[in-house]
């Protein structure tokens, strides 16, 4: 099976602007969250959805939203880029057996400028 | 209280000893409990999941719940310098909860 995949691997933005961020889940996988990276903050959880529904939400502000479409596969969008916007994005897909197992893709890299 | 703790960090041990990572969790209810391995500039790796209280062993790996004294460990045997990463523990409440991840410890393992 292929993995999770998340296009772009790597985005330079100007503040201000917006980004859109997308994840393709594991095949048969119908739940996916999303990750932000930081040095200092470590994994922030921001959201996760589920048969396309936000099933939970993190502590991030409303410039951060996400929607996952039928097939399952989501994007995420960040307005407003500020300069601690800057992390490595995560993206993970779950496994509906015990434990609900996650995996996570290789991540998107947005570097704002 | 932090829901999920990991003991602080950076952890050093010599090639072929045994490295020992912990974690705390506040939430009682918890009910699945994973390991990830992250390598500097990449993605976390699930390398462990465990359900039930007691030993999980996984070649080199061994995980360890203790559902009553609320932590997880992770045990790596004969530890390797390619074991050198980030171990994350992570905690899933219920089937529809989020999975929450502590901080991460580092370890080096020296040749």
């Known amino acids: 099976k292929a993995g999770v995949t998340q296009t772009p691997r790597y985005l330079i933005k100007t503040r201000g602007q917006q980004v859109t961020l997308s994840c393709s889940p594991i095949?048969?996988?119908?739940?996916v969250s999303w990750y932000q990276q930081t040095p200092g903050q470590g994994l922030q959880f921001l959201f996760e959805?589920?048969?396309?529904?936000?099933?939970n939400k993190g502590n991030f502000p409303g410039r951060f939203s996400g929607r996952q479409f039928s097939n399952s596969r989501s994007e995420m969008n960040v307005s407003t880029l500020e300069l601690g916007d800057s992390a490595l994005y995560l993206c993970a897909s779950s496994t509906m057996g015990q434990g609900y197992e996650q995996y996570f893709g290789p991540g998107t890299r947005l570097t704002v400028t | 209280q932090k829901e999920v703790e990991q003991n602080s960090g950076p952890l050093s041990v010599p090639e072929g000893a045994i490295a020992s990572l912990n974690c705390t969790y506040s939430?009682?209810?918890?009910?699945?409990f994973f390991w990830y391995r992250q390598y500097s500039g990449k993605s976390p790796e699930l390398i462990m999941s465990i359900y039930s209280n007691g030993d999980k062993e996984d070649g080199r790996f061994t995980a360890q719940l203790n559902k009553a004294s609320q932590y997880v460990s992770l045990l790596i045997r004969d530890s390797q310098p390619s074991d050198s990463a980030t171990y994350l523990c992570?905690?899933?409440?219920?089937?529809?909860?989020?999975?929450?991840f502590g901080k991460g410890i580092t370890l080096s393992v020296r040749p």
């Open positions: 095949s048969g996988h119908r739940s």
């Open positions: 939430d009682r209810g918890s009910q699945s």
């Open positions: 992570a905690v899933r409440t219920g089937a529809n909860s989020k999975l929450t």
């Open positions: 959805y589920f048969s396309e529904t936000q099933r």
